[in-house]
């Protein structure tokens, strides 16, 4: 077995921990601001605003300070462990919303790293679909109706002690990843191309709905937190169910930009079926439609991957999260506007809309893609000066 077989297993290992752990708790987070620390939807859309502010700019100083940037995933571990802990004795949203940032901040942006450095173009779009979305989806089939059931017996502490204790296992199996260096500082592409990139990052972060309102919609409709969780785990099992193959598909036909433009139909359709729905198992069903779209959309980062040389992956992860971070700031907007009078249809009506706009972006993009050499971005503007 190879070096990186290895290490792939252990990120492999590592992630479902994390991720099972991740839906056995953080699934209920916004729940537990409203209800535990009565926060309502102002408190909350601080802490969110914070988070978004500090996921954007982390990962910038560190990816410029640090040569070891794929070994900040064991740091963001244990950061998330600290948040946990932070949300039994903390209440106030700037400090929530700056840890859980920071532990975001430094988990996510590794991660991507060594997705992209662990596979190769004719397989980056599965494995990523696999450690991305397969392996969460699969520690989400059950863990949200075992967070549920902890919450209504025992209460969010007790939650939040064990997701302490599991983070704390998913960090000792990361250490067992082998990490390489950086050999470049912080490099990113000057071309229209990878300009193009960053808004449609913008766009897919101001059509995200999970953070907030797609969790008090379910709760809202499934009236319990156990059945919240019993909902979130069955779509899990659809989404999981769908993605491997979708995106083995996108490797072996190479349809990454016909992929993402599938993807943005689908999140639309969804979005305008959630403003009708009014069951529980009405949104087990319209979870195909998510997962379809959540299959499909990954494309458009495995793409992200293939267009640029290994030394500029690093710097690209980072500025897609700064992409994320304008679009997620800018989805409080609606969020405040709507979430307070539980006006669900037209804040979905909206990110509806918003989830067809990246469709042109992603033609003029490959179109910009086909007129460079050898299909790198990254040439026009390497040391060398190629």
Not at 283 to 305: I, K, M, N, Q
């Given at each position: 077995m190879s070096?990186?077989?290895?290490?792939?297993?252990?990120?492999?290992?590592?992630?479902?921990?994390?991720?099972?752990?991740?839906?056995?708790?953080?699934?209920?987070?916004?729940?537990?601001?409203?209800?535990?620390l009565r926060m309502g939807i102002p408190g909350i859309?601080?802490?969110?605003?914070?988070?978004?502010?500090?996921?954007?700019?982390?990962?910038?100083?560190?990816?410029?300070?640090?040569?070891?940037?794929?070994?900040?995933?064991?740091?963001?571990?244990?950061?998330?462990?600290?948040?946990?802990?932070?949300?039994?004795?903390?209440?106030?949203?700037?400090?929530?919303?700056?840890?859980?940032?920071?532990?975001?901040?430094?988990?996510?942006?590794?991660?991507?790293?060594?997705?992209?450095?662990?596979?190769?173009?004719?397989?980056?779009?599965?494995?990523?679909?696999?450690?991305?979305?397969?392996?969460?989806?699969?520690?989400?089939?059950?863990?949200p109706a075992i967070g549920g059931f902890i919450i209504e017996q025992y209460g969010f502490i007790y939650l939040f002690t064990i997701s302490i204790i599991l983070f704390l296992a998913s960090f000792a199996v990361s250490l067992r990843i082998r990490f390489k260096p950086e050999k470049q500082k912080f490099l990113v592409p000057k071309n229209s191309a990878f300009k193009i990139f960053m808004l449609t990052f913008a766009l897919l972060g101001l059509s995200e709905s999970y953070w907030l309102a797609y969790p008090f919609f379910v709760l809202s409709i499934s009236s319990t937190i156990v059945s919240m969780g019993l909902v979130i785990a069955a779509s899990s099992l659809i989404i999981a169910l769908l993605n491997i193959g979708i995106n083995r598909l996108s490797d072996i036909k190479g349809s990454r930009v016909g992929f993402a433009i599938i993807s943005s139909v689908l999140y639309a359709a969804w979005y305008f079926a959630l403003g009708f729905a009014s069951s529980a198992l009405q949104?087990?069903?319209?979870?195909?439609?998510?997962?379809?779209?959540?299959?499909?959309?990954?494309?458009?980062?495995?793409?992200?991957?293939?267009?640029?040389?290994r030394e500029y992956h690093a710097s690209i992860l980072v500025m897609m999260e700064v992409g994320f971070m304008a679009g997620r700031i800018t989805n409080l907007i609606p969020t405040y506007i709507f979430m307070p009078s539980h006006d669900y249809a037209s804040y979905f009506g909206v990110l509806g809309v918003v989830s067809l706009l990246p469709m042109p972006l992603y033609l003029m993009c490959a179109k910009n893609l086909r007129k460079t050499p050898n299909n790198q971005l990254g040439h026009e503007t390497t040391p060398s000066g190629r």
């Open positions: 070096l990186d077989e290895s290490s792939t297993k252990m990120l492999a290992v590592t992630v479902m921990i994390f991720f099972f752990t991740i839906s056995l708790s953080g699934t209920f987070l916004p729940i537990y601001f409203n209800e535990a859309v601080v802490i969110l605003f914070f988070t978004f502010i500090t996921i954007g700019l982390i990962p910038l100083l560190t990816v410029k300070i640090t040569k070891h940037f794929e070994r900040i995933i064991s740091v963001g571990i244990i950061l998330t462990l600290l948040f946990y802990t932070a949300l039994i004795y903390v209440k106030n949203p700037i400090i929530l919303g700056l840890a859980y940032g920071v532990s975001l901040a430094t988990f996510w942006p590794s991660f991507n790293l060594l997705q992209f450095r662990l596979s190769e173009t004719k397989e980056r779009a599965v494995l990523i679909s696999l450690l991305s979305v397969a392996i969460p989806g699969i520690a989400g089939i059950v863990s949104l087990v069903f319209l979870s195909v439609l998510s997962g379809l779209a959540a299959a499909f959309a990954l494309s458009w980062f495995a793409y992200y991957g293939d267009s640029f040389p």
